[in-house]
């Protein structure tokens, strides 16, 4: 069974910064595009940012376009999500999802995902 | 960006009865190309990640009771659960993935009546 673990969440000041990890295993990893996907306390989801298999293409929400970068270490089955300049709207449960497509594009939609890491911004 | 809109917010149904949840693209995404409808369905118990149900507006994913089903095209999409589960209790959105930036719906909460 595909497995996600993700980890690094955890209380920072507005202005801070957090780097989240996802840990993968049971699939090739580098063969699959990577998404994170957020959620506020008590909201919808919402799309991050995509990053494809290799690396390559990567696509960001503007919410956080220019403060947040998507990474992929391929050696490492690990996805990562550096958070710069955080806001308190950034709170939210933060999920890495993998993409259904099995040609390292992004089809855009997930069929795994990992429990998620609560990033909490506040003073 | 394309605006998904969910209804209802919310819904209560008794058991073994039929449940319907509709969702609404601000504009189409059906790609004329393939004839695809680029719309998943995804339900999330508390406390839990979303669980992708149905793919391409109507593919159930493999392992998914086949009292879901979703249907139609365009921009207007319907969930169903046909006779509806104590287990079912969640919530479900829809997802386009037509075009970037993906989004979802707002959320539809179902609950037994």
């Known amino acids: 069974e595909v497995q996600l673990l993700e980890s690094g969440g955890g209380l920072v000041q507005p202005g801070g910064s957090l780097r989240l990890s996802c840990a993968a295993s049971v699939f090739t990893f580098s063969t699959f595009a990577m998404t994170w996907v957020r959620q506020a306390p008590g909201k919808g989801l919402e799309w991050v940012s995509t990053i494809t298999g290799s690396g390559g293409t990567i696509f960001y929400a503007d919410s956080v376009k220019g403060r947040f970068s998507i990474s992929r270490d391929n050696s490492k089955n690990t996805l990562y999500l550096q958070m710069n300049n955080l806001r308190v709207e950034d709170t939210a449960v933060y999920f890495c999802?993998?993409?259904?497509?099995?040609?390292?594009?992004?089809?855009?939609?997930?069929?795994?995902w990992g429990q998620g890491t609560l990033v909490t911004v506040s003073s | 960006d394309i605006v998904m809109t969910q209804s209802p917010d919310s819904l209560a149904v008794s058991l073994g009865e039929r449940a319907t949840i509709n969702c609404k693209s601000s504009?189409?995404?059906?790609?004329?190309?393939?004839?695809?409808?680029?719309l998943a369905w995804y339900q999330q118990k508390p406390g839990q990640p979303p669980r992708l149900l149905i793919s391409?507006?109507?593919t159930r994913v493999s392992g998914v009771p086949d009292r879901f089903s979703g249907s139609g095209s365009g921009t207007d999409f319907t969930l169903t659960i046909s006779s509806l589960q104590a287990e079912d209790v969640s919530v479900y959105y829809c997802q386009q993935y037509y075009a970037i930036p993906y989004t979802f719906g707002q959320g539809t909460k179902l609950e037994i009546k």
């Open positions: 504009q189409s995404v059906l790609y004329s190309s393939n004839n695809l409808n680029y």
């Open positions: 999802a993998k993409d259904w497509s099995t040609d390292g594009g992004s089809q855009g939609y997930f069929d795994y």
């Open positions: 391409w507006a109507s």
